[in-house]
């Protein structure tokens, strides 16, 4: 798992693939909910933040260089672009 975050009941994770899954805790049925490689996922009300994954050669968990941020829906639809950071 590269990355997670929780909200209601559900788990939102980066496997080592870098593809997102959706978990549900009640039901423990696991989806992938999008195949855009990413490396994090932040949970908020209004849906996900998730940061495109790009390959270092050394990881640095603080380097922003290029970094894309895209907002999408609990299911990983309705994908906009909102940020290029560097």
């Known amino acids: 798992m ?3 975050d929780f909200y209601k009941g559900n788990i939102f ?3 080592s693939k870098h593809l997102l899954h959706k978990r549900n805790l009640k039901k423990g049925t696991d989806k992938i909910i999008s195949k ?3 490396e994090k ?8 933040f998730v940061h495109r994954y790009k390959a270092r050669e050394a990881y640095d968990e603080d ?10 829906d ?3 639809r309705h994908v906009k672009k909102i940020a290029k950071i560097g």
Do not use: P, Q, S
């Open 2 to 4: 590269v990355d997670c």
């Open 13 to 15: 994770y980066i496997d």
């Open 36 to 38: 855009r490689k990413l």
């Open 41 to 48: 996922v932040n949970c908020t009300k209004a849906g996900l």
């Open 63 to 72: 380097a922003v260089e290029n970094d894309i941020i895209y907002f999408m």
């Open 74 to 76: 609990y299911n990983g």
